[in-house]
């Protein structure tokens, strides 16, 4: 039984560049980087608003002989790492890091039993599990790509306690979203055949999406989909960095560019993101606004 809130407090990007993926970052979103390594562990930190946001670190070579590729983490805060990992175990998911003291806290990387990677961390040094995303570049949305999200619902739901969410306007039917003592964090859904395995991925916040789908491409990362426009006037581009991690950009458009259509659809998108299938971050359906006939 879940006892407190639980949510996303922290992230963490493994990458096998450091020095790339942080200036690669930190034009893209708008975060500074500083050093935050101790004698025993290399480590950085990634700021937003002059608050630790994020952390960097070189994705372990052991991990990488094991076929790891570079990732975005998301850290659960939770008060008791290791009564949560035995839950986690009895629930059906994997440990592959146990309970272990870090440079952020206590943590365990863990798995959930349709194979999606997250992480627990107590007493984390770093973040915050209650504060709303605010300013630019905290992350705005947590997305699961399921192997089947009725099941992995109700995995996640006896874990954390975190229930349904109902939609508020035109909501495709088999995306649900979830929440945490009545704040919405994300959704989820049943991947799509195309898509590898399933995973989690992180929405960034941006205040020009235009901008800084630039820098995605002017770093060597891809625009694996997108822009695609949200009911509401946002807009979302889900993307690769030059080292392979995943993630994805939500934000505003400038006016001249929101009548183009079709940009940022790429050849060179990977299989995880081919067969979308006009699904949004916020689980509406995609599509172009309804134009009145005066509208140029």
């Known amino acids: 039984m879940v006892d407190h809130p639980t949510a996303f ?18 034009k893209v979103v708008g975060w500074n980087a500083e050093d935050a390594s101790t004698p ?19 994705l372990p ?6 076929g790891a590729t570079p990732r975005w983490v998301g850290y659960i805060a939770v008060r008791n790492v290791d009564g949560t990992v035995d839950r986690l175990k009895a629930l059906g998911g994997a ?45 705005s949305w947590h997305e699961l790509l399921a192997g089947e999200s009725k099941a992995a619902f109700g995995f996640y739901s006896a874990l954390f306690g975190w229930e349904k969410a109902q939609a508020e306007e035109a909501l495709v039917d088999t995306y649900q979203l979830f929440t945490s003592s009545g704040r ?9 055949a195309a898509t590898p ?16 789908i630039g820098e995605v491409k002017a770093g060597g990362g891809q625009i694996a989909q997108g822009p695609l426009e949200l ?12 080292q392979g991690a995943m993630f994805a950009l939500q934000g505003r458009r400038r006016d001249d560019a929101t009548d183009r259509s079709g940009e940022g659809e790429s050849d060179a998108a990977l299989a995880w993101s081919s067969s979308w299938g006009g699904i949004s971050s916020r689980g509406q359906l995609l599509g172009k606004r309804p134009r009145g006939k005066g509208r140029p």
């Open 95 to 139: 440990v592959y890091v146990p309970p272990t003291d870090s440079n952020i806290g206590r943590i365990a990387v863990v798995a959930d039993p349709q194979t999606a990677t997250l992480a627990l961390v107590g007493g984390l040094k770093y973040g915050t599990a209650t504060a709303e995303a605010d300013g630019l570049g905290p992350v």
């Open 61 to 66: 070579l052991e991990g990488r002989k094991r």
């Open 197 to 212: 395995v399933p995973f989690w991925l992180y929405y960034f916040e941006v205040a020009d999406l235009d901008t800084a």
């Open 9 to 26: 407090a922290w992230y963490e990007l493994l990458t096998t560049d450091l020095p790339a993926a942080q200036s690669f970052y930190s």
């Open 184 to 192: 919405t964090l994300g959704g989820m859904f049943t991947k799509f």
């Open 40 to 58: 025993q562990f290399a480590y950085r930190l990634f700021n937003a608003g002059g608050a630790p946001v994020a952390g960097l670190m070189e």
């Open 231 to 242: 009911w509401g006037g946002s807009w979302i581009a889900r993307c690769i960095d030059p």
